[in-house]
């Protein structure tokens, strides 16, 4: 089976396991880029309260770009590597406003899909993953992030190879699959990475995609 084909029969395994999401914008542009970077290297609940701990002590994302770091820092430390994170967030607020002459990414829209992952990785801290989740959440652009369970479960499945490291992955996937496919596809990896696919034990048994899959066929038929 080619592996356009094997992508699309997982596709459609996966939305009957799951259900088919449908976009929704997550957050507007700006609060992505800064969710995404704090989201590194942590849970979803511990981004989240490093999120909301930013919202609720600055009325806007100016007054985060303005502090001094050591209290955005306290302010996040419960997202984890606040030493990091914190400077990260701070170039990278003004980095748009030098760019752009406010705190605004809107101006991606309109722009040609590389050009504007680059200019978002050019930001220091974003990698090809964040600039990704921004322009598939944030636009609707046509890209595919791949995180740990996305790659994890797409190097199982045999959609990428075995030393195919995450970056290599979201080019290797966006040329396999349809982009009107990446959205859902993302998001039920994810749960399927999350609920049956986990790092240490997965459910193999139990999982919908087994007949596809080249670790279960590895492993179990052995």
Not at 52 to 78: C, F, G, H
Not at 161 to 174: F, Y
Request: proline share 6%.
């Amino acid at each position: 089976m080619k592996l356009t084909d094997k992508y699309e029969t997982i596709y459609e395994l996966l939305n009957d396991a799951y259900g088919q999401p449908e976009w929704r914008q997550h957050l507007p542009p700006v609060d992505e880029l800064v969710s995404t970077i704090l989201s590194q290297s942590t849970s979803d609940t511990n981004r989240d309260r490093g999120f909301n701990a930013l919202k609720q002590r600055y009325p806007d994302w100016e007054s985060v770009m303005m502090a001094p770091v050591e209290d955005v820092r306290d302010t996040i430390r419960l997202a984890g590597l606040a030493n990091q994170k914190a400077p990260r967030i701070q170039a990278a607020l003004k980095r748009i406003e030098e760019a752009r002459g406010e705190l605004e990414l809107d101006f991606l829209t309109d722009m040609p899909l590389e050009e504007a992952l680059g200019w978002l990785i050019s930001l220091k801290g974003v990698g090809r993953k964040t600039a990704s989740i921004v322009m598939l959440f944030s636009f609707d652009r046509p890209a595919f992030p791949v995180d740990t369970h996305v790659h994890r479960v797409t190097g199982r499945l045999g959609l990428i190879g075995p030393k195919v490291t995450a970056d290599k992955a979201h080019q290797i996937l966006e040329n396999m699959g349809r982009p009107d496919t990446y959205y859902a596809m993302h998001l039920n990896l994810i749960q399927h990475g999350r609920q049956i696919c986990s790092a240490r034990s997965p459910k193999c048994d139990n999982c919908p995609l087994k007949g596809e899959c080249e670790y279960f066929k590895r492993v179990h038929n052995a």
